[in-house]
């Protein structure tokens, strides 16, 4: 019989994922974990004989032990539902945590199956799939892959369902509290602390860059900032994004690698962050990737996006630099030639900086000012958004 693993893999791309209570009790095959956020992270198969998809889906990788192979209790082991179950002095309450971990996983994560005849040889075809899967759909494999921050929210509705009542909801955050105490990353704080010294405006207008870890728009590493004061003096932040990814093809244009966002906040963590400052000011991007990148990572985590005064300084460009249409264009490396810009490119903050310090120079190349600036280029809001 032969088996196309073109087609397999396609299938558990393309299937909707279903409760991993679903997994059939009585067949083999190849298997996908879906996270939370309905994303494909993990491709297995139950190489062994004596499994079947309902025992390694889930049993083992939702009610298996931590820092083994049981990737839904491995991604989910932090905040309230966080044990470390080697410590023998928290057992009870990570008892509690593990009874919830399992729980959510059954409530909010999913799975997708192909069944395969038990005479094939299963880890074979695993191992060929593996070889050309995209990387977004292995992220977890291998145990690579660091685990999320706890989906707050979600982790609320569990315990609603659950009906749990004071004493194993003070126990879980018992867990929570030393989670947070011993290993969970303090960078979330850090970044609200950072982000509270870029508000020493007012600025005139706020250039923004992001940087992407790979082709996937939504998959934002980083995020820089460039206000603009009534003086024209620049003040530029940036901060690293944790994109959740084991993708990073955009290492080599920038040098963002998954060392440098380990404890960062994610896309989620940040946005409010970024929308209580930006929502009262007129945001400059060179181009419209910016605005379609934060419009996919929104899409991605169920964001609405914000409403920002989104404008273009690349249009701005255009009116007031024509003579370079057709030649080097308008890029941010074209201008930063022809202008005598001096900035990193592909780093957020920089090219931010890079936005705002166009800007500036078009405006005293076209001799406006202030609104009359503003009303101008094309409010991007009312482009599409890539699909």
């Known amino acids: 019989?032969?088996?196309?693993?073109?087609?397999?893999?396609?299938?558990?791309?393309?299937?909707?994922?279903?409760?991993?209570?679903?997994?059939?009790?009585?067949?083999?095959?190849?298997?996908?974990?879906?996270?939370?956020?309905?994303?494909l992270r993990y491709i297995g198969s139950t190489s062994s004989r004596e499994?079947?998809?309902?025992?390694?889906?889930?049993?083992?990788?939702?009610?298996?032990?931590?820092?083994?192979?049981h990737y839904f209790s491995s991604m989910y082991n932090v905040g309230r539902m966080w044990r470390d179950r080697k410590d023998t002095g928290t057992q009870v309450d990570g008892k509690y945590a593990k009874a919830l971990?399992?729980?959510?996983?059954?409530?909010?994560?999913?799975a997708v199956w192909v069944e395969l005849p038990d005479d094939c040889d299963i880890a074979s075809i695993e191992?060929?799939?593996?070889?050309?899967?995209?990387?977004?759909?292995v992220a977890w494999n291998g145990r690579k892959a660091t685990p999320y921050k706890?989906?707050?929210?979600?982790?609320?509705?569990?315990l609603e369902m659950l009906g749990w009542g004071q004493k194993e909801r003070d126990a879980v955050e018992r867990q929570r509290q030393r989670f947070v105490g011993s290993y969970a990353p303090a960078a979330v704080l850090a970044t609200t602390a950072k982000l509270a010294e870029f508000q020493t405006g007012p600025f005139r207008f706020i250039g923004i860059d992001v940087e992407t870890a790979n082709n996937e728009r939504a998959s934002i590493c980083q995020v820089g900032l460039a206000g603009v004061r009534a003086d024209n003096s620049v003040h530029v932040w940036a901060t690293y994004v944790d994109p959740m990814t084991d993708d990073w093809a955009c290492s080599r244009i920038h040098g963002i690698e998954a060392e440098k966002v380990v404890g960062a906040p994610s896309f989620s963590e940040l946005l409010p962050m970024?929308?209580?400052?930006?929502?009262?000011?007129?945001?400059?991007?060179?181009?419209?990737?910016?605005?379609?990148?934060?419009?996919?990572?929104?899409?991605?985590?169920g964001l609405a996006m914000p409403r920002?005064?989104?404008?273009?300084?690349?249009?701005?460009?255009?009116?007031?630099?024509?003579?370079?249409?057709?030649g080097a264009g308008y890029g941010l490396a074209s201008l930063k030639q022809h202008l005598n810009l001096h900035f990193t490119h592909h780093d957020a903050g920089e090219d931010a900086r890079a936005c705002a310090e166009v800007v500036l120079r078009a405006e005293?190349?076209?001799?406006?000012?202030?609104?009359?600036?503003?009303?101008?280029?094309?409010?991007?809001?009312?482009?599409?958004?890539?699909?």
């Open 1 to 39: 019989m032969t088996i196309d693993t073109c087609t397999i893999l396609e299938t558990l791309l393309s299937l909707e994922p279903r409760p991993t209570a679903d997994a059939p009790k009585a067949a083999r095959g190849v298997y996908g974990l879906v996270d939370h956020l309905g994303d």
């Open 51 to 69: 499994q079947t998809l309902y025992e390694r889906i889930h049993q083992r990788h939702r009610t298996g032990s931590e820092g083994m192979s």
């Open 101 to 110: 971990r399992n729980a959510f996983v059954a409530q909010h994560c999913a």
């Open 127 to 137: 191992r060929e799939i593996l070889g050309f899967a995209p990387s977004s759909a």
């Open 150 to 158: 706890e989906p707050v929210e979600l982790v609320d509705a569990t």
């Open 274 to 301: 970024l929308d209580a400052l930006l929502t009262q000011s007129t945001i400059y991007q060179h181009s419209s990737f910016d605005f379609s990148a934060i419009a996919a990572a929104c899409r991605r985590y």
């Open 308 to 326: 920002w005064d989104w404008k273009d300084s690349l249009e701005l460009a255009q009116r007031a630099w024509p003579e370079l249409k057709g």
């Open 364 to 387: 005293e190349k076209l001799r406006l000012r202030d609104g009359a600036i503003f009303a101008s280029p094309r409010d991007v809001r009312e482009s599409p958004s890539p699909s």
